[in-house]
């Protein structure tokens, strides 16, 4: 009985209305340009000590063979140091390392060779125009070697995002992030529960055909059910991490906020570590947002200077209000700043009642916004007056002039973007909004699963779920899609 069983599991992975997930073995796609060889400068534009120009594909050897004739290929995956030559000519181009990686054990599955010239831009050329004139090789197309790697198993789709965001990481948790996607955190993820899906819909198949047979075992149905509603549970708990790793990719939004003349020009400045905004004594300086992307305390953060917030004095500066206060809106955290030497101005006292305490108060959502207030000037109270006004909302002292408290202020910073973009270490996080989206569609799927009152729709329904988990590591996804996430490689990646 087991035997037939198992017979479902197989048939129900394979069947027409289930694309197989792509583990590492190929996903069904042919890749661009099938047939032909490619090449690419992949290090780098512009000089440097070492350039790598690599190439893939069929003719891979015998353009190895052509720019350092008489030799023969090297030992595969050994370096060697080889005399390059144009094919055409002869002429010496550089003395380089040269590498041979045979099909399928390389990166895109093919077989591959890389040189690794010198840097200067003649070498580059030279060596680019001596590939290009040996037959069946051409120029690769941007992405066009992890596309490959893609089509020939040895990348899922999951991991092709993470190596692209490993390419564009600009800070540690980005880093951390990408390299964890990259080796298949997520990929591995996503293949458990479509295994738990596979499993689920082999059981409820079985007791379709076997049903009236006697020789199926008792509580078929519970099992597979079981099994559906703890995996509701896992995906429940992933799709509310509250963008957390759309965050930790793109970057959080911080905007700094308060008063004319609290000093926020100048912390953008300080946590930029370059000259963002204009910094004056003049109130309404700041008249429109002006936002830079920084790393703040290892994590992604886009910060925005705005306008101080007040009874405009003219139209210009309402729009600028009117800017600050709509931006403030959309901040996932607001850096409040307020003069610590000027705490009972109108401007401060309402600023408080307006921006800092409501934002501290659930909004009707059930969330609330982040808020650090930040008390600057802490370089104009009198000697040993270290807090004035310990019955403000928990805050931080600062002094942009002299840099006293911004060790406490990165460290605030720290805990409070951690909460917002999510700690890579703690598990998969979700990157892309098509992984929220696939995700959703499976736990709809697993609701109209619950909800179906025939055997055959409830299998329908599994079958929809497992797909959208094949969709999201690369085993039924779209030319469209693909075009779209393999557009973000540079040439030669």
Partial sequence: MWRGLWTLVSRAARGPHSPRLCTRQASGYPAPGSGATIFALSSGQGRCGIAVIRTSGPASGHALRSLTAPRDLPPARKACLRLLS????????????????????????EDCAEFHVHGGPAVVSGVLQALGSVPGLRPAEAGEFTRRAFAHGKLSLTEVEGLADLIHSETEAQRRQALRQLDGELGDLCRGWAETLTKALAHVEAYIDFSEDDNLEEG??????SEVRRLEVALGVHLRDARRGQRLRSGAHVVVAGPPNAGKSSLVNLLSRKPVS??????????????????????PALLSDTAGLREGVGPVEQEGVRRAQKRLEQADLILAVLDASDLASPASCNFLDTVVIPAGARNPSGSHQRLLLVLNKLDLLPAGRSDPHPDLPSHLLLSCLTGEGLDGLLEALKKELAALCGDPSTGPLLTRSRHQHHLQGCLDALGQYRQAKDLALAAEALRVARGHLSHLTGGGGTEEILDIIFRDFCVGK
């Fill in 86 to 109: 144009d094919p055409r000519s002869g002429e010496p181009l550089d003395r380089a390392l040269v590498l041979w990686f045979p099909g399928p054990q390389s990166f895109t599955g």
């Fill in 220 to 225: 078929v149905l519970d099992q597979a059910d």
């Fill in 278 to 299: 204009i910094v004056s004594p003049e109130p309404g300086t700041t008249r429109d947002v002006l936002e830079t992307p920084v790393d703040l305390a290892g994590f």
